[in-house]
């Protein structure tokens, strides 16, 4: 019992918070929303340290490698299983609407009233931008200053692969960069364990918010979305992921999974952020048996770039929105919607809720649907966003673990 109590504690407490938030939010409704900046507390604690600890973990992975090919090696092993697992997240997404019409006339019309009052800014915000600008902008920012923001993580990732390769390069000349790297790195780890002795209050708060706001306010159309997506994530977790893990070490690998994923899975569902989980996430992929370099290079990566919960959400937008305006769905249109949702979900930003917009406009864009369609997806990228993360989240996981088999062999 000690050793059960040692190993789940952190989890219990963790549940036993995120349960009292559940309740709280639905028996005080609305009035649970005061409780909305004791959570916005942890969150904020966690992105000031989201740039600094996706920074310092890539490129400590890349300069700890004992072998300069083993980052040619992973990278093209994590691009590898991020396409064929977001492929196959799409066609589970396209098979699970297709029997239902997520929205029907009478619903379509209590949607659109209820939006009304969406102000022009927002819709003006967007730029009419080619999705070549839009790769570069995600890839890369104007300024330095700019990667000092958790809205540009991509540029991130990219200038932290780009500094490791660079600080090898150096050789004797780049140690003292190295020790002061791997240095500030630990460092940056002991934060994040100081935030998590927080996380059970402020998740239990964020929750009950989150609750006591969405709880009783969904319209039809958009709750039938949310059930199915729900049903369709848990299955996919239940199935896809043991599937995934058994490729990736057999029997073993699927009793490592499910003994180990609970903390990664409370944390994405109770935050609503694939970004704010990413520390939990990378404890448990190392927890997987993957390598520290794996599991520090594929996480933070796969934050921005492997979104199985968010590929799955991008159909279910479309498909809303085909059933919406009347679209006919014919064999060129299953394409269309199938590469509209890979390709919009490559530009969703690890954030909460909110912080797809860049994405949804894309969608919007590629599917030739008037603008005033915008807040329609935004509701449902809210409603379905625990769920979705959910996966965002635990899909890294399963993925470390198939990569790790690509690099490191079946042991």
């Known amino acids: 019992m000690k050793k059960f109590w040692s190993n789940y504690k952190s989890t219990i407490i963790l549940l036993f918070a995120i349960i009292i938030g559940a309740v709280v939010g639905l028996v005080f409704k609305e009035k649970a929303k005061v409780l909305a900046p004791l959570g916005d507390l942890f969150l904020n604690l966690m992105f000031i340290i989201i740039v600094p600890l996706i920074f310092l973990n890539i490129t400590t992975s890349i300069v700890k490698m004992s072998k300069a090919k083993r980052l040619g090696k992973i990278m093209v092993s994590v691009v590898v299983v991020f396409i064929i697992t977001s492929v196959i997240a799409v066609l589970v997404g396209l098979a699970s609407t297709l029997p239902f019409k997520l929205v029907s006339t009478e619903d379509s019309e209590q949607i659109r009233s209820s939006?009304?009052?969406?102000?022009?800014?927002?819709?003006?915000?967007?730029?009419?931008?080619?999705?070549?600008?839009?790769?570069?902008?995600?890839?890369?920012?104007?300024?330095?200053?700019?990667?000092?923001s958790k809205n540009n993580l991509i540029a991130v990732i990219v200038f932290a692969i780009i500094f490791g390769i660079a600080t090898r390069m150096a050789g004797d000349k780049g140690k003292p960069v190295v020790d002061f790297i791997v240095s500030a790195n630990e460092v940056v780890i002991k934060i994040v364990k100081i935030i998590m002795y927080y996380a059970p209050i402020g998740l239990g708060c964020y929750f009950a918010a989150l609750i006591g706001t969405f709880g009783n306010e969904i319209a039809i159309g958009y709750l039938k979305t949310f059930v199915i997506y729900t049903v369709v994530a848990i299955a996919f977790y239940l199935i896809v992921y043991t599937l995934y893990a058994f490729i990736g070490k057999g029997k073993k690998g699927v009793k490592l999974f499910w003994k180990n994923i609970l903390p990664a899975t409370v944390t994405s569902v109770a935050t609503c952020s694939s970004a704010a989980s990413i520390p939990v996430n990378i404890e448990t992929a190392k927890k997987l048996g993957v390598s520290d370099d794996i599991a520090e290079t594929l996480v933070p990566f796969g934050t921005s770039f492997h979104k199985d919960g968010s590929n799955i959400g991008s159909v279910f937008k479309i498909m809303f929105l085909v059933c919406l305006f009347g679209t006919p769905i014919t064999g060129m249109a299953v394409l269309q919607i199938l590469g509209v949702a890979l390709v919009a979900t490559?530009?969703?930003?690890?954030?909460?809720?909110g912080g797809g917009t860049i994405s949804e406009m894309l969608i919007i864009t590629l599917m030739g649907y008037p603008l005033a369609a915008l807040p329609i997806l935004t509701i449902i990228a809210t409603i379905i966003d625990p769920p979705a993360t959910m996966l965002n989240v635990v899909g890294d996981d399963a993925a470390a673990m198939m990569v790790s088999r690509m690099v490191d062999g079946k042991d």
């Open 115 to 148: 939006l009304e009052e969406v102000s022009e800014a927002e819709s003006e915000s967007t730029e009419d931008m080619s999705i070549l600008q839009r790769t570069v902008n995600a890839l890369t920012v104007n300024d330095f200053s700019g990667l000092l």
């Open 346 to 353: 490559l530009l969703v930003s690890a954030v909460p809720i």
